[in-house]
């Protein structure tokens, strides 16, 4: 699965952006998907999730009503609606395909800037 996230930028403290990380080489119906971040000078943390089998969604705490996660099976490929954004949500946000039978796959980033 290659894995391509775009739809990063600057935003002021409050705004919204949404991310989108599109797949190919293989339909992502079956992978559970997620985001992760690493914010400047810190470790690459998880943002959000969502089960193939399921439908479920999980979130961080620091993300948690602010940030929704979804998935679009047909288009092969995930979002991530990010509202009320703060400048500690700076990062460079990637996604992950990952599930039991399966590798794990990650894409190449999309940088997050967000000014007070």
């Known amino acids: 699965v290659q894995l391509q996230a775009s739809g990063g930028g600057s935003v002021q403290s409050g705004g919204s952006l949404r991310l989108s990380c599109a797949a190919s080489?293989?339909?992502?119906?079956?992978?559970?998907m997620a985001w992760f971040r690493r914010r400047p000078g810190k470790e690459r943390e998880f943002v959000a999730a969502?089960?193939?089998?399921?439908?479920?969604?999980d979130y961080s705490d620091s993300v948690k009503d602010r940030f929704t996660i979804s998935r679009d099976n047909p288009q092969n490929a995930v979002y991530l609606q990010m509202n009320s954004l703060e400048p500690e949500d700076t990062a460079v946000y990637s996604c992950?395909?990952?599930?039991?039978?399966?590798?794990?796959?990650w894409g190449q980033g999309t940088l997050v800037t967000v000014s007070s």
């Open positions: 992950r395909a990952y599930g039991v039978g399966h590798n794990n796959y």
């Open positions: 080489g293989r339909r992502i119906s079956t992978y559970d």
């Open positions: 969502s089960s193939w089998n399921d439908g479920g969604t």
